[in-house]
């Protein structure tokens, strides 16, 4: 579901850092925003014709169609993500997008299960969905000024919410209640959430993969899933949004 991706020189409208190493980037990019959707990505060029020269992939935390504007959350954790969170509104960014598979947006009831960053997401899930239940772990406080509001809280150093993972969370959760669930987070946590889950609502689990990406969209061969069915799946292509049922946890 690529063919409608375009490469824009997107302009800087906000950067900020919204906690101890996560920061929030804001870019003007109409083309973009007027077809991207939940869980689709871009990427994002840090440092044209410097190193390094590779885009990096980060997911939608939002769209606003009107202004035309596309926003990131995302982990400072190496020199990519360093140098986005260092540009300043007035500069540009080149931006591929928007890639993927994003989440199959059907009315009812949603349950959002994220571990860490696996949020930045949610808010454009939660904008097009009408609401839902967002269950969130995190190994401390850092980073929970990012969850939507009403948020239920596991953090593993009990600094905030209830001490434990988010798994701790699903103990009185009635599966029946949703009509979706989407989970996203490393792949040990989901592997977790999938299998904590009652057979009946495997169909209805939707998780967004996690995965080094080098071209984003299907051609590097770099970003594999191991498929249910046998072999693999492409991340960026067939992806990052996928059934829980078509994924092979086993080996993942």
Request: proline letters at 7%.
């Amino acid at each position: 579901m690529n063919g409608g991706m375009m490469d824009e020189s997107a302009l800087v409208m906000e950067s900020r850092f919204v906690d101890d190493g996560i920061a929030r980037l804001v870019l003007e990019a109409p083309g973009i925003a007027a077809e991207c959707r939940p869980g689709q990505f871009a990427m994002l060029e840090p440092s044209p014709g410097a190193f390094p020269v590779t885009r990096r992939p980060l997911t939608f935390s939002g769209c606003d169609r009107s202004a035309g504007t596309v926003s990131f959350l995302f982990d400072v954790v190496g020199k990519g993500t360093s140098l986005l969170s260092e540009a300043s509104p007035g500069d540009r960014i080149r931006l591929l997008g928007p890639l993927g598979r994003g989440y199959d947006i059907t009315p009812g009831r949603w349950l959002l299960i994220a571990g860490g960053m696996g949020a930045a997401g949610f808010p454009f899930l939660l904008s097009r969905t009408g609401g839902g239940l967002v269950l969130a772990g995190m190994r401390s406080s850092r980073g929970i000024g990012c969850l939507p509001a009403g948020s239920r809280l596991a953090t593993e150093d009990g600094s905030a919410g209830v001490r434990g993972l988010v798994t701790d969370l699903l103990v009185d959760i009635d599966w029946d209640a949703f009509d979706s669930v989407a989970v996203c987070g490393p792949a040990p946590m989901m592997k977790a959430v999938v299998l904590a889950a009652p057979r009946s609502a495997a169909h209805r689990i939707q998780v967004s993969m996690e995965s080094g990406m080098g071209c984003g969209w299907g051609v590097c061969g770099g970003c594999p899933v191991p498929s249910s069915g046998g072999g693999y799946l492409s991340c960026c292509r067939d992806g990052p949004v996928f059934r829980a049922d078509c994924i092979d946890w086993e080996r993942v």
